[in-house]
């Protein structure tokens, strides 16, 4: 946030705060923070093996945010129980040993939430993560929904009746995606995960199984892989103090104990692959077309001082390519409407760089050339020192905000952030901390740090290139045509620098009528000529 007149002294006074932060000398070798200490948080681990996070945190006050995170996920599933994982989510909330779905029901409409797995629970590939959202004025609710993820952890009955009851409400989420949106999704995962195990693995599941699937198999699945090592639970409230809550997690889940030896969780690899993946989706009700590339990579580490770097680098070249195709976009006759690039992780061992544009019918060729060719243009030429002022100066002003705002952070933020140090092992090094190794790192990027990430951006690489219209235009054939004239174009380098100059920037489209030169005089002792 900018400083504008009428703000209060006091955040002049935090402002300050960030101006005066200390430059930190720092080796690229050292750990980040106190790894695996996650910071803020009153952390340990159950003899059972369950880590606990608490927290006090006042945004909202009052209320806590809660979850049980599970590293349990439909990867996991045999071929015959293929949408189990999410069945025993939905079974979570229909009962347990202590509960019924009344009870469950009664509970969640105590402390205002809407009723349903879904909406207090996902699962996804690699994770299943239920979360609730209560007042903690009352203490007892607090300890009620402390004991309620306690019995998802190890209790979840699992009976011909429960799911029987529970297979209408599956099969309607199931058909619900169903739709074009729907089936394109899922044979794009497919064309992405192709090779790897996720690619049959949608959380979904089949409709068989849905139908038919024994509880039996659901009970193997659920004491399989739910045990308690497997799990966290996070608490981020306005507590009077985190030993009282800590005490509850102790009181509530210490006695839990997980039926059989825990199997290892395994890694599926996703095996990357030279050529180019394509698929050309029809979809008669989208409004316009749209063309997608993602480039596929492995999951970086984030330990070290130089991993911190290195995701300031790429978050710099996201940033610095995005202006770049802003800029197009605002051209007269430009070849998408709106295009941009992010990462985004997928599966737990797998990110990707998705680069996505929205364009005007038929025009995804011109589209898809337009965003090969940026990408190949900052492999030979860079970005200008411009460029990446620009972007170092939006990303201080980024965590500038975020250092004077930081004790605005809902609790439910520094959950996710708890549970992704769980799951992902992201450290959480605190926004202090986070500031300063900003404010000293961001200056020492440069521009060449930056526009070496383009080396990842090879459609030769893990690369997935989709097109969606709402009539049939173009053709794999044509977008491989695309791809290879983009290549051919990179190796015989004759793609231009880019150049600021020719981008329009103003933001009035007609220029006003220059005026004449009537008259004009010299004053060569100072250097200057004057022109009226
Ligand atoms: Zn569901």
């Known amino acids: 946030m900018d400083l504008i007149a009428g703000e209060s002294s006091k955040k002049v006074l935090r402002k300050h705060g960030f101006r005066s932060l200390k430059l930190m000398s720092v080796d690229m070798e050292q750990e980040l923070g106190n790894e695996p200490e996650p910071f803020g948080a009153d952390y340990g681990r159950l003899d059972n093996g369950l880590v606990y996070y608490v927290r006090r945190n006042s945004k909202p006050r009052m209320r806590a945010a809660l979850a049980l995170a599970v590293k349990v996920g439909s990867v996991l599933e045999e071929e015959d129980q293929r949408g189990v994982a999410h069945i025993v989510e939905h079974l979570a909330f229909s009962a347990t040993t202590r509960y019924t779905n009344h009870d469950i029901v009664k509970f969640l409409e105590s402390v205002g939430a809407e009723f349903g797995p879904c909406q207090n629970a996902m699962t996804t590939a690699d994770e299943t993560i239920y979360e609730l959202f209560v007042p903690v004025d009352k203490p007892e609710l607090l300890s009620q929904a402390i004991s309620i993820l306690a019995e998802f952890s190890s209790e979840i009955r699992v009976s011909k009746e429960d799911l029987d009851k529970e297979r209408g409400a599956v099969m309607e989420e199931y058909r619900g995606n169903r739709n074009a949106t729907g089936r394109m999704q899922d044979s794009h995962w497919q064309l992405m995960m192709e090779g790897s195990k996720y690619a049959e693995r949608l959380p979904i599941g089949l409709e068989k199984?849905?139908?038919?699937?024994?509880a039996a198999t659901v009970k193997q699945?659920?004491?399989?892989?739910?045990?308690?090592?497997?799990?966290?639970?996070v608490a981020v409230g306005d507590f009077p103090d985190t030993k009282t809550v800590v005490d509850l997690i102790k009181t509530h889940f210490e006695d839990k104990r997980s039926s059989s030896e825990p199997p290892q969780i395994p890694v599926f690899p996703v095996p990357s692959h030279e050529e180019t993946r394509f698929s050309c989706f029809v979809e008669s009700e989208a409004a316009g077309s749209a063309v997608m590339i993602s480039y596929k990579m492995p999951i970086s580490d984030l330990k070290t001082v130089k991993d911190y770097r290195d995701m300031l680098a790429e978050s710099m070249f996201l940033h610095a390519l995005n202006q770049r195709l802003f800029k197009i976009s605002r051209r007269k006759d430009p070849p998408f409407f709106a295009c941009s690039v992010a990462a985004d992780v997928l599966v737990s061992p797998l990110k990707a760089y998705i680069m996505s544009s929205s364009c005007k019918?038929?025009?995804?060729?011109?589209?898809?050339?337009?965003?090969?060719?940026?990408?190949?243009?900052?492999?030979?030429?860079?970005?200008?020192?411009?460029?990446?002022?620009?972007?170092?100066?939006?990303?201080?002003?980024?965590?500038?905000?975020?250092?004077l705002e930081r004790d605005q952070v809902q609790s439910t933020s520094l959950r996710d952030e708890y549970i992704q140090h769980f799951l992902h092992k992201e450290p959480v090094i605190g926004i202090e901390y986070e500031a300063q190794l900003q404010k000293t790192l961001l200056p020492q990027i440069s521009a060449s740090d930056v526009a070496r990430y383009s080396e990842k951006l090879r459609t030769s690489c893990g690369c997935v290139?989709?097109?969606?219209?709402?009539?049939?235009?173009?053709?794999?054939?044509?977008?491989?045509?695309?791809?290879?004239?983009?290549?051919?174009?990179?190796?015989?380098?004759?793609?231009?620098?880019?150049?600021?100059?020719?981008?329009?920037?103003?933001?009035?489209?007609?220029?006003?009528t220059p005026g004449e030169v009537t008259h004009q005089l010299e004053y060569p002792e100072v250097g200057v000529t004057e022109l009226t």
């Open 361 to 403: 019918e038929k025009g995804t060729l011109a589209s898809l050339e337009s965003m090969l060719l940026e990408v190949a243009r900052v492999r030979l030429h860079g970005f200008s020192e411009r460029e990446i002022s620009v972007v170092r100066a939006l990303m201080m002003s980024e965590i500038e905000s975020a250092y």
């Open 221 to 233: 699945f659920y004491q399989k892989w739910y045990h308690l090592c497997n799990m966290a639970v």
């Open 465 to 512: 290139i989709k097109t969606m219209e709402p009539r049939s235009a173009a053709t794999i054939d044509d977008l491989r045509n695309v791809v290879s004239k983009v290549n051919s174009l990179e190796e015989e380098k004759m793609i231009a620098p880019w150049d600021e100059e020719k981008i329009p920037e103003e933001v009035v489209d007609e220029k006003p």
């Open 209 to 214: 199984v849905i139908r038919s699937v024994p």
